[in-house]
């Protein structure tokens, strides 16, 4: 792949494939925003009678019953998770779970951001290579996408040190996570560096709650990313969890793309196997280096960087924390009164239970919790 320009992959969404891998979204909750757009605070949220999915109307006494008997994994019918929404739960596991079950109260305000942050995003990626889409009938082609687009980057970043948006799959604590490293290259050293790329809209660094959400992220993201390389991530758990049928013929869109790049394949089951051959036979190492990169979004000013350090049995831990929720361990927790302050641009501050509540679940809001097997 000499000439990077001709490089050609299938963009995150258009493969079914994306993560929430910048921070717009929590810059609103900043300490900084909440105290300067007041007027933020007091725009409706959903009220304790909240249109569900069929547009009636739910109240929030009802819509927490069944969490005895149903995980969130479960009642939310998720297959997989990203990176980010765990890494959301570092902010506050509460407005997490707010929006999985009363989703569409984004607001316009914060949309924005975040299309300005996808737009840089995509900038970056260009640079390196262009996009094209691949139309996919089935999840098996989608997955298949995925595949095909690893399978052109990890030669790339052997032969040319670069690559952007690399995914990163594996299963966590029972849980597969799915998620979508920003950037990866090598040093000058030969050290493999992953760079975190944030947007900012205000000139200015964000506090250390947000960046401790950050660190977290891309300190999840290498231990994906590690356990990938190292052959600890395996084709039959991949296929338990998305319910992947490897023996199935890919769609004929696939199948041209496919050709394209040079592999002869015609089922999933090929390119997996191509996959994770070439993820542990490539001499691909961990990563070394954690950075994240702060710009402003107007002007692309870079802000400041931060070097994570990578504490495994610290992520391991939190993990472990956060997955117990998804699984109907225990029940969703808000934040502490010392960082109540998120709450004053939530979407969800007129009905959160945790707040009413001056940091405890409403009886109604908090039945009994799954015992752990």
């Known amino acids: 792949m000499a000439e ?3 490089e050609e992959t299938v963009s995150a969404e258009a493969s079914g494939f994306s993560d929430l891998s910048d921070s717009e979204f929590l810059e609103f909750l900043d300490l900084e925003d909440a105290q300067e757009s007041n007027a933020l605070v007091n725009m409706p949220g959903p009220s304790s009678e909240s249109l569900g999915k069929d547009d009636k109307p739910i109240s929030l006494q009802n819509w927490k019953r069944g969490l005895d008997i149903l995980s969130p994994m479960e009642r939310f019918h998720l297959k997989y998770l990203y990176v980010t929404d765990l890494a959301t739960q570092n902010w506050c596991e509460l407005q997490t779970a707010y929006g999985k079950e009363l989703p569409g109260f984004l607001a316009p305000e914060k949309a924005a951001v975040l299309d300005t942050g996808a737009s840089i995003h995509l900038a970056r990626e260009l640079e390196l290579h262009d996009l094209v889409t691949v139309p996919v009938t089935t999840k098996e082609d989608a997955w298949a996408i995925k595949f095909l687009n690893i399978l052109l980057m990890i030669p790339a970043l052997q032969s040319e040190g670069h690559i952007r948006e690399f995914p990163v799959f594996g299963e966590v604590e029972g849980v597969l996570l799915v998620g979508v490293i920003d950037e990866l290259h090598y040093t000058a050293k030969g050290e493999l560096e992953l760079a975190e790329l944030k947007t900012r809209r205000r000139p200015m660094l964000p506090l250390e709650a947000q960046k401790k959400k ?3 992220q891309v ?3 290498k231990y994906i990313f590690d356990a990938m390389v190292q052959g600890k991530v395996t084709p039959a758990s991949l296929i338990h969890h998305m319910k992947l049928c490897p023996e199935k013929p890919l769609g004929p869109s696939v199948l041209r793309h496919a050709r394209k790049g040079g592999f002869s394949v015609k089922s999933l089951g090929d390119l997996m196997e191509l996959v994770f051959l070439s993820l542990t036979l490539s001499d691909l190492p961990v990563i070394d280096i954690l950075k994240i990169e ?3 979004q107007e002007t692309a000013t870079v802000l400041g960087t931060e070097i994570v350090a990578f504490e495994e049995k610290e992520v ?6 956060y997955m117990a929720y998804w699984m109907g361990h225990r029940e969703p927790q808000g ?3 010392e960082e109540a302050w998120k709450c004053r641009t939530c979407t969800y501050a007129d009905i959160c239970e945790w707040r009413k509540g001056s940091g405890v679940l409403g009886s109604t809001l908090g039945p009994q919790a799954k015992k752990a097997k």
């Open 316 to 321: 391991r831990a939190k993990v472990q924390h």
């Open 335 to 337: 934040v502490d009164v």
């Open 214 to 216: 950050d660190c977290f």
């Open 219 to 221: 300190s999840l993201y």
């Open 4 to 6: 990077t320009r001709e």
């Open 294 to 296: 702060y710009i402003h």
